[in-house]
């Protein structure tokens, strides 16, 4: 699962907390839309309507800004389809989630012969965390705010995660914190401050997993779940030597679904070694 599509997940499983933080005056109820800007070649990342104003909310999230069709145009694409079959206003946000000194970030706007199209657009380093930490479905966004101190406000990210009373909300809002975090923190820290126990429960995980399942269904069941666990190991502990790998693709697939589980467990790229070798 991408970043993007964490983000994706959250705007779709908290659609009314998206649309208070981004227009806190309109939004009172709130209606995910699953319309055809889902076709190829284009895709739009989360698309909410606004009930209460009748207006349509298009969340487009961005980890990286290059991108073909560039993303001015596919705005406008965006726009269109959905003006085509609502006709209604809409308010379209592009995020940016990672820091860049590319000139693509301040862009928001489109321009052509006779066309002029704008949107708004938020790079979120750039934003106060304030009304993010208020916000328990907005935490793994505050994580990426502004600050002058990024561990102190990832323990402040951490301490109020432990305060969600609900504990499925709790597991995927972790679990949501931990995987966008990898976008500023090490990993170390983050598994200082937050308990990997609690993401094997969550839903983001679960979903990984899957996509382990689709990849399988593909390449063969013990071939996608090999890729699978790579991914994971390579998101916590960047680069995984040659040896490593050729291990964990010689694994069966029983083995290699305890190793998905176990990994979570780890806190090294020792820890992976040691249990392969115990595996023999």
């Known amino acids: 699962?991408?970043?993007?599509?964490?983000?994706?997940?959250?705007?779709?499983?908290?659609?009314?907390?998206?649309?208070?933080?981004?227009?806190p005056t309109q939004a009172t109820e709130v209606e995910v839309?699953?319309?055809?800007?889902?076709?190829?070649?284009?895709?739009?990342?989360?698309?909410?309507?606004?009930?209460?104003s009748n207006q349509i909310l298009h969340l487009e999230f961005q980890t990286l800004p290059?991108?073909?069709?560039?993303?001015?145009?596919?705005?406008l694409d965006y726009w269109l389809r959905l003006y085509r079959q609502y006709r209604c206003p809409i308010e379209q946000v592009i995020i940016f989630l990672k820091p860049t000194t590319s000139e693509a970030v301040f862009v928001n706007?489109?321009?052509?012969?006779?066309?002029w199209h704008r949107y708004r657009v938020i790079r979120l380093w750039e934003q106060d965390?304030?009304?993010?930490?208020?916000?328990?479905?907005?935490?793994?966004?505050?994580?990426?705010?502004?600050t002058d101190s990024p561990r102190r406000l990832l323990e402040q990210v951490g301490a109020q995660v432990a305060r969600i009373e609900s504990t499925p909300q709790r597991?995927?809002?972790?679990?949501?914190?931990?995987?966008?975090?990898?976008?500023?923190?090490?990993?170390?820290?983050?598994?200082?401050?937050?308990?990997?126990?609690i993401m094997k429960e969550s839903v983001i995980y679960q979903q990984i997993l899957q996509e382990g399942v689709r990849q399988g269904q593909q390449l063969g069941r013990r071939e996608g779940e090999a890729t699978l666990v790579v991914r994971l190991l390579e998101r916590r502990f960047g680069s995984?030597?040659?040896?490593?790998?050729e291990q964990?693709?010689?694994?069966?697939?029983?083995?290699?679904?305890?190793?998905?589980?176990a990994l979570l467990d780890f806190v090294a790229i020792t820890d992976v070694a040691s249990w392969l070798q115990s595996e023999n």
């Open 1 to 23: 699962m991408t970043y993007d599509n964490i983000c994706k997940y959250l705007a779709e499983e908290y659609p009314l907390n998206f649309a208070r933080w981004l227009f």
């Open 33 to 52: 839309l699953k319309t055809e800007l889902s076709l190829e070649p284009i895709r739009a990342d989360s698309v909410t309507l606004l009930q209460s």
């Open 66 to 75: 290059v991108l073909e069709p560039p993303l001015p145009l596919r705005m």
């Open 109 to 115: 706007e489109f321009t052509a012969t006779n066309t």
């Open 129 to 146: 965390p304030a009304p993010l930490l208020a916000d328990n479905a907005l935490l793994p966004l505050a994580a990426l705010a502004r």
């Open 171 to 197: 597991q995927n809002v972790a679990a949501s914190v931990e995987i966008l975090a990898g976008l500023r923190f090490e990993q170390n820290l983050i598994n200082q401050l937050f308990r990997e126990d």
């Open 240 to 245: 995984v030597d040659a040896t490593i790998l």
């Open 248 to 261: 964990i693709r010689s694994l069966t697939s029983d083995r290699l679904e305890q190793l998905a589980v």
